[in-house]
């Protein structure tokens, strides 16, 4: 609220019986101001939506009664890519050999090319690609991954567990790796 000081300053008088007028100081209380600030920040707090979390859509096949109602794949047309530790990316066509002849090692900056490949080679309605993260293998990759998928139009594709011979193929890749030396 705003007061009114009415007290007289001890001022000069320029005459007999002249009389000096008051000055009057005004004083405003910046209380309710506060308040008032306080009530919008309040507001605006409880009415600001916050930001939804985002996903990524997987479009999941029901479940078939019968096994072999489920969905079939063509050995040529399948890849199987097989996430490792250290942004480490392997791949093979069709089924693992036993002499893991067709196992092949890549990166992240390579897949791409391996994966619009296979796709210009195989028929649409063909191509599958099946993703295998290993346990030493990250999140992240798995994400990156994921919007290589997405990036390159794969429609058809799994996320299964790795088997324990395609397991072992990665740690011994990824050991000869690092033993190779460094170019």
Known sequence: MAEMDTSSGGGHKKGPGV?????????????????????????????????????????LPKDADKPEDQNKAKE????????????????????????????????????????????????EKDLVVVLKPSEECTYRNVVDILDEMAIN??????????SPVEAELVKASEAANAAAPAK
């Open 76 to 123: 040529s047309g399948v890849i199987t890519i097989l996430l490792g530790k250290d942004d480490n990316v392997f791949y093979y066509e069709g089924q693992l050999d036993n002499s893991a002849s067709n196992f092949k090692s890549s990166n992240f900056t390579e897949i791409r090319n391996v994966i619009l490949d296979k796709k210009a080679r195989t028929p």
């Open 19 to 59: 009389k000096k007028s008051k000055k009057l100081s005004t004083r405003v209380d910046l209380t309710p101001m506060v308040d008032l600030g306080f009530l919008l920040i309040t507001f605006f707090i409880f009415t600001t939506t916050m930001s939804q979390p985002t996903a990524m859509k997987l479009y």
């Open 153 to 162: 139009v794969c429609k058809r594709y799994a996320l299964v567990d790795i």
